[in-house]
């Protein structure tokens, strides 16, 4: 092994297995002109392909992020669905959701969001004698209705 080779890293453990103390000749060095050929390939690789491919995968998910929370239901949103289910005809309730669909809420967040929450809301609202175990079906099956309804929309 050179002398070039030998000190380029500390050594921290001697033959016998105990510990020493790098001195100053077995710190690396410091690169000089000509010495740095290998980071070239190195440093272009850095910065032409795990930089861009880090900058791309950042925006992905901040894209998905904002996604996530664009046009959201409202935890009010729950609340009046519910009551329009219970107190109007179906006709009602299908156009409140058209209304969440066009503040640009895709169909899975109103299905994940909206209509299941709808149900378990539902469900407190016969629990605590809000509704009566009548209205707690018909609203349900008008909650089904909705439900394939979103299901089937494009």
Known sequence: M????????PRTLTAAGTRS???ANSLPRPCRH?????????????????VPRLLISLAASRRAAAALTAGAPEPS?????????LAHEPAIASAFIDMIRQRGTPREHICAQLLAPVARHLGQMCEQHGCDYAQLLVGLSR??????EVSAAT
């Open 34 to 50: 000509g010495e740095a050929e290998g980071f070239d390939g190195l440093e272009g690789t850095i910065e032409g392909e795990i």
């Open 143 to 148: 909650l089904h209705a909705l439900l394939r």
């Open 77 to 85: 949103d729950v609340a009046e669905l519910a009551r329009l289910l």
């Open 2 to 9: 050179s002398e070039r080779e030998n000190s380029a890293w």
């Open 21 to 23: 103390t790098p001195d």
